[in-house]
T-cell receptor, first 114, second 114 residues
Framework: NAGVTQTPKFQVLKTGQSMTLQCAQD?????MYWYRQDPGMGLRLIYY???????DKGEVPNGYNVSRLNKREFSLRLESAAPSQTSVYFC?????????????FGPGTRLLVL | AQSVTQPDIHITVSEGASLELRCNYS??????LFWYVQSPGQGLQLLLK??????LVQGIKGFEAEFKRSQSSFNLRKPSVHWSDAAEYFC????????????FGGGTRLMVKP
């Protein structure tokens, strides 16, 4: 049981390049989330998927798109990367909507945009 | 909108000393409350959570937290700190009627002196 896995672990992009961050969970959770973590700001929610087939914007969605490919997988896409998107990205999942979000986190993806 | 404040950015304690990390939230009703820990280079791990009931909650690794409604606080405590507790600690809240959207505080980095 791997929990929440993320790929890649590290990535360097040039401004304007695109990339997709992958996330998968094997806990049969309904809800999945993407956060970014910046120094001194804690984690901020980018997008979430309450259940398979639905996605919603979080606090900082601009510049990102998401796809809930199936119940296990939730990807985050940067269409045209900007230096302001340099951050650590965390994927998380939770079992049941409506129970206050006991979320389980992946190990993170460190992204540097030059 | 809800918000979470962790007033202490850095805290240093001696090994064996007691610890208290502060967390204050702003929210109209009693939210769900969480403490997460992040070790260097790792994802977040849930320490404990409060939904309702007894206001003193026990978590993993010997941590506990007390919900004080009158002070809008949810402070984390440990009676005797171990060197392995050095990490960053995040307080988070979620609405009790809207499922899974967590709002995180900025984090407190704990250093432990030998």
């Amino acid at each position: 049981n791997a929990g929440v896995t993320q790929t890649p672990k590290f990535q360097v992009l040039k401004t304007g390049q695109s990339m997709t961050l992958q996330c998968a969970q094997d806990m049969n959770h309904n809800s999945m989330y993407w956060y970014r973590q910046d120094p001194g700001m804690g984690l901020r929610l980018i997008y979430y998927s309450a259940s398979e087939g639905t996605t919603d914007k979080g606090e900082v969605p601009n510049g990102y798109n998401v796809s809930r490919l199936n119940k296990r997988e939730f990807s985050l896409r940067l269409e045209s990367a900007a230096p302001s998107q340099t951050s650590v990205y965390f994927c998380a999942s939770s079992e049941k909507p409506g129970l206050g979000g006991t979320q389980y986190f992946g190990p993170g993806t460190r992204l540097l945009v030059l | 909108a809800q918000s979470v404040t962790q007033p202490d950015i850095h805290i240093t304690v001696s090994e064996g000393a007691s610890l208290e990390l502060r967390c204050n939230y702003s929210y109209g009703a009693t939210p769900y409350l969480f403490w997460y820990v992040q070790s260097p280079g790792q994802g977040l791990q849930l320490l404990l959570k409060y939904f309702s009931g007894d206001t003193l909650v026990q978590g993993i690794k010997g941590f506990e937290a007390e919900f004080k409604r009158s002070q809008s606080s949810f402070n984390l405590r440990k009676p005797s700190v171990h060197w392995s507790d050095a990490a960053e600690y995040f307080c988070a809240v979620a609405p009790n009627n809207a499922g899974n959207m967590l709002t995180f505080g900025g984090g407190t980095r704990l250093m432990v002196k030998p």
